[in-house]
């Protein structure tokens, strides 16, 4: 397997895998990417699936709760040397934000049905909707114990929940 190495002229570089697809450049995953993953992926690129990508702790499994920039369909960068996986927010977007792709650890079909991928260590955050201690707020979202945000109205905090999950 070939590899592309970027310095990124800042006294760091990342190493990326190249895989070959039958088009005129490879397509780039980062080393720490595992096949699992990149396989993935790949379906779900060529599939036209929509997801929701969990990125986290692949060492230990444990859920960052990204709640941005992390559902979407699988397309590819234009690039020069390799071309790179990103995430278009719909059909219609010609550009999005480059996948990392070597920190996932659940990939989930953005329906909310299937899940595509999970790490073997994946540890399922724990919600929690509670009442709020703030005056001008009704409910606390907690997660892992931990309190997360703070909402106006019980629905409000619902609808995250369900976003996160």
Same mark, same amino acid.
């Given at each position: 397997?070939?590899?592309?190495?970027?310095?990124?002229?800042?006294?760091?570089?990342?190493?990326?895998?190249?895989?070959?697809?039958?088009?005129?450049? %490879?397509?780039?995953?980062?080393?720490?990417?595992?096949?699992?993953?990149?396989?993935?992926?790949?379906?779900?690129?060529?599939?036209?699936?929509?997801?929701?990508?969990?990125?986290?702790?692949?060492?230990?499994?444990?859920?960052?709760?990204?709640?941005?920039?992390?559902?979407?369909?699988?397309?590819?960068?234009?690039?020069?040397?390799?071309?790179?996986?990103?995430?278009?927010?719909?059909?219609?977007?010609?550009?999005?934000?480059?996948? @990392?792709?070597?920190?996932?650890?659940?990939?989930?079909?953005?329906?909310?049905?299937?899940?595509?991928?999970?790490?073997?260590?994946?540890?399922? %955050?724990?919600?929690?909707?509670? %009442?709020?201690? @703030?005056?001008?707020?009704?409910?606390?979202?907690?997660?892992?114990?931990?309190?997360?945000?703070?909402?106006?109205?019980?629905?409000?905090?619902?609808?995250?929940?369900?976003?996160?999950?």
């Amino acid at each position: 397997m070939k590899n592309l190495i970027i310095d990124h002229k800042n006294g760091y570089t990342t190493t990326y895998q190249l895989i070959e697809d039958g088009q005129n450049l %490879p397509i780039a995953y980062h080393t720490g990417t595992t096949k699992k993953v990149i396989d993935t992926l790949e379906y779900c690129r060529k599939n036209n699936i929509r997801v929701r990508l969990h990125y986290g702790d692949i060492e230990t499994g444990r859920d960052w709760n990204e709640e941005n920039d992390v559902t979407g369909y699988i397309r590819m960068s234009k690039g020069y040397e390799a071309r790179f996986p990103i995430l278009v927010y719909n059909d219609r977007a010609i550009g999005g934000g480059t996948i @990392l792709d070597h920190c996932i650890i659940k990939i989930v079909a953005s329906n909310g049905k299937r899940v595509l991928y999970q790490s073997e260590n994946y540890q399922q %955050p724990t919600f929690e909707i509670l %009442p709020s201690d @703030l005056p001008d707020y009704s409910f606390n979202v907690n997660i892992n114990g931990e309190l997360y945000s703070r909402h106006k109205t019980e629905k409000q905090a619902k609808n995250l929940v369900n976003k996160m999950k």
